[in-house]
């Protein structure tokens, strides 16, 4: 299985690893799924529990405590040119 590590704000991980919305407020939710449409991750993983701040991270927004979270890489399948399945 391959992955890939992105340093997000911390208080991303309910909605990423979990997909808890409670407590986000919509322009948190807007910053996050735009992040995930963006980057297409796949599924979360998990994330370290080591966090530490950053004035910037892959989310491209400035100043919080970040950690690295782990997604697997979803593959398309393909076929005749349209999306199949997924590995």
Partial sequence: M????????EH???YLINGDETGYSPEELSAITSWEIA???GPC???ED???FEW?????RIGAMRCTYTFKV????ILDGEVI???
């Fill in 85 to 87: 399945g997924h590995y």
């Fill in 12 to 14: 991303w991980a309910p």
């Fill in 74 to 77: 979803v593959q398309e399948i």
């Fill in 56 to 60: 910037c991270g892959d989310d491209g």
């Fill in 39 to 41: 980057n297409a991750p």
């Fill in 50 to 52: 080591f966090s530490h």
């Fill in 2 to 9: 391959r992955t890939q590590t992105y340093l997000l704000p």
């Fill in 45 to 47: 993983l998990g994330r």
